[in-house]
């Protein structure tokens, strides 16, 4: 099987390929055009850490970063412009798929400051502030499954802003996502939104489950426990997708669906592989099921496309079997509310971390460019 092959076989299991980076040289060099082409990639996240990396290699941003300093703008502005004009030119270049799919797919993620992941409505303003700046119909707004996130995303949504929730890593919480989710579609439709035109995704975090339980596992030292590590985020994301299904079987749903709308589709995160003694496709084998998008690193994407395999649905009808992994990690003492928390804390805290980071370095870039 050739390195497209792989890929076209996971498309045609349903699975919606997007690419968990951007940057201006992609734009620039047609990199990511030639995903698009040849990669089966269809859609695009961006995250603080993402723009981080991007703005403080190589020289893509240069002449940007010169008009703006000659211009006196602030750090804020200067990021705000920078980003808003990387994500408008990839919704441009998404445009295609966006209409040949029916803006299903063709999506390109904006994530508001995570700052603000504490702040709804902070978060409410900003959101809105960017789906106007970027006007593209095939924008998602990114903001984090917080306790404070979750009715910015139902006021977001009631505004007709298309949303992508992240930092989603309970079912829990996953659950009362999907509660914002409906209530945000209930209220766009009563302030007269066409329903068909917001799309949204719910970002289920993988590997970082795995990273922090097994971790615990390995405190706790049993062969019990032991045996139990790398099973908790394909474990975990299975039950989230039963709870999708069951969510999106009622009435509630049903009712939103006859007036135009569509599901909030699960999109698996962090896909990455983060312990080298596991599998390096792990997170896409596995969590392959129609319906769904799996957000990739180019790394792993070139991983799966080079000797990854799809053996069918690998999730439908898997809950019980999910079930008895998380009852066994409670056995031998893993605290999953604690995990839970832990794990969304950090999460916040790391694009918090990453955003200033892009702050500082625009700060750099203005000066010497003044």
């Not at 809950?319 to 056995?331: G, I, M, P, T, Y």
Request: glycine share 8%.
């Amino acid at each position: 099987m050739s390195i497209h092959e792989r890929l076209d076989a996971l498309a045609d299991a349903g699975v919606s390929i997007w690419l968990d980076d951007l940057s201006r040289e992609r734009l620039q060099t047609d990199n990511l055009r030639a995903l698009i082409t040849d990669w089966q990639v269809v859609g695009v996240t961006t995250n603080p850490t993402i723009f981080a990396a991007a703005l403080a290699e190589g020289q893509a941003y240069s002449e940007q970063i010169r008009d703006l300093a000659a211009r006196g703008a602030s750090v804020p502005d200067t990021v705000r412009e920078i980003t808003v004009a990387d994500v408008q030119q990839a919704c441009d270049l998404f445009s295609g798929t966006w209409e040949t799919t029916g803006g299903i797919d063709g999506r390109v993620s904006l994530e508001v400051d995570p700052g603000l992941a504490r702040d709804t409505d902070a978060t409410v303003a900003q959101a809105l502030d960017l789906w106007k700046a970027v006007d593209r119909p095939n924008l998602l707004v990114k903001i984090p499954a917080t306790e404070q996130g979750l009715p910015a995303i139902t006021r977001a949504l009631a505004e007709g802003v298309s949303v992508n929730v992240t930092l989603i890593f309970s079912v829990e919480r996953y659950r009362e996502v999907m509660n914002a989710f409906l209530g945000g579609m209930e209220q766009a439709a009563a302030n007269g939104h066409p329903l068909s035109a917001i799309a949204s995704v719910a970002s289920f975090f993988v590997s970082r489950v795995d990273t922090e339980i097994d971790k615990r596992l390995e405190a706790i030292g049993t062969d019990e426990a032991l045996a139990l590590r790398g099973k908790a985020g394909v474990a975990n994301s299975r039950l989230a997708y039963a709870a999708f299904r069951e969510v999106f079987a009622t009435d509630r749903w049903k009712a939103l669906e006859a007036n135009g709308a569509r599901e909030q589709r699960p999109l698996w995160a962090s896909t990455g592989v983060k312990n080298p003694a596991y599998p390096d496709t792990l997170y896409v084998t596995e969590l392959v099921v129609a319906g769904t998008v799996n957000t990739m690193p180019e790394k792993t994407m070139r991983a799966f496309a080079e000797h990854g395999e799809v053996h069918g649905d690998r999730v439908t009808g898997t809950a019980a079997d999910a079930q008895h992994v998380f009852d066994a990690l409670e056995r031998v003492g893993v605290d999953l509310p604690d995990v839970f928390r832990v794990l969304e804390d950090e999460g916040v805290q790391k694009f918090d971390a990453s955003w200033d980071e892009l702050g500082k370095t625009v700060q750099g870039q203005l000066d010497a460019a003044r």
